[in-house]
């Protein structure tokens, strides 16, 4: 979606170039106006190939992005990420476990980027440099990665090559792992912050953040366990037939499900039920039958024990559905003063060309009050958002003490009344609608398992004081220098520089808004235990903006197999979708 201009020219008084002729002025305010209005957000570059994905057109996608995006350079992360997904869907599972592999040797490389250097980078402009992920990108990738070998295993023509690509997703398994056992020692598991929230001292903090006006518990966001990557390692032990390090795995997806992995990703509870039935399932499994028996009793619903016997040797099929497509990452202008009175700085949004969802992540992250379900509506997209008092909106910035420093250093003087700083956010994701899947005459409900879009979202809440702080510095900088070259010039001269220098500095500040874009909004699973012979499955999924989908698959099984059905569903896109998105990206 294009930026809109961040100012007009009837507010463009703050330009110092009062001494300047008419023509010169106001084309300079125009050349400011039409560049911002032309810039582009990650989104906006790949939306064309974006399309071509919802619309089934792979290989002509495949080809976008591969214009749009480079093999090399700051972006060749995304561009290993975003392709692998494509060469998945295309059943290209061998070239989409190549990409991924280079994607992962890629993200590791960056982690050891000195500090100086990614300093550099965020104190500039941090879309000019290399993007190394998310945390819980770099755990999809290993994600995907198992999942291009379980269709490598389907789609084998001899028992080596199927049990080749099974020992694959098992070697993927382990690596997932050890990224999950060292994103637990780094973040801390759900029952250690549970066992952490329970202390005194813990909620006396509580209560004074509260005071303070920060009614954002932040450590509760913190994306510290998978249990969806835990429960795909179980599925892969138990198709090696490693049944022991599948109970295991399926008991830590139970475990992270039940202690806090569901509530903090919005997610079906009936998944927590599910995980422990597999954990019954491997005890048995493995002949502990007296551990099954207690464990089912504690854990499992009457009517899952009493479907234990029939799983014990019968077929099953495991539904794997990704659906929709993760939310963009935007931008959003903040304009930036220095209130003498106050001796502080001040933000408050661009009202003129600032949508409502600006307005709402500006008060939940960065105003001076807020309403204390505020950050629940905008997770939950919920109707409560309409009941936020998004007018007057300002974030002030008491500096006190440190105000001399700011005047010595001819801060005040150089922010001025005005002056753009960016900021990254995303709007609120519409949950997915339900899905099920249909075989005979039954229909079974998929469970959300996982949520890459609550995933992205509550990351980018986490990161909102980082990013502010990082946006503020780099105005102020850049402010300074214009001001500082202005003032060695001098004269006329020095007033043109100062005014070149600021609307510089102004047109080169940009968010950072570069995410992993073909990852699903959410993932839903369902296992199911059928009897050997041929099956028609169907699954009919409802999907965002009341869109519905069918996708049907033939499968044949014998006693003891277990198939997985990966689906990808995707809502069509629409003839006036189509003409919004080529609006968007044509050229300026």
Known sequence: MKSQPFFTLSNASWLPVKSLPDSIRWLLVLFCVVWISGCATYGNGVQQALNQVQQGDLTVAEASLKQTLKPTGNDALLYHLELGVVKHLQGDYSASNQLLNQAEQLAESLETISISDSLAVLMSNPRQGPYGGAEFEKM????????????????????????????GARIESRRLIIRLNDLNSRKGTYAEQKSKDEETFSQLLDIFEALSGNMIDMDQLVYRDDAMAHYLTGISFEMNGEYDDARISYQKAAQSYEDGFVKQFRLDPQMTAQAWFDVVRMLRKTGDREDARRLASRKLSKKQRAELE???DTAQVIVVEHKGMAPQRKEMN???SANTTLQSFELRPYLFATDRNQLAWFYILYADSLFVDALTFYLDASAGLLDLPLVGLTKT???????????????????GSSMRITVPYYDPVPAEGPSALLVGDRSYDLYKSSNPAQMALQEQVLNSSFDIQMALARASLKALTAAQVASAAGGEFGGLLSAVGKITAQLTDAAETRNWLLLPSDIRIRRVALDAGTHQLTLDSQLQGGYHKRQQAAVTLESGDIHLWQVRSLKPITAVDANAVNKRIAPQ
Do not use: H, S
């Not at 995907?144 to 049990?163: C, D, I």
């Open 310 to 312: 029939r799983w014990d």
């Open 397 to 415: 910035v008491y500096l006190g003490p440190l105000w001399e420093q700011v005047m010595d250093l001819g801060l005040d003087q150089a922010i």
């Open 140 to 167: 999809f990738i290993n994600y995907y990665k198992a999942l291009n070998y379980f269709g490598l295993a389907q789609t084998a023509t001899n028992r080596n090559e199927r049990l080749d690509a099974l020992d």
């Open 334 to 336: 903040l304009e930036m």
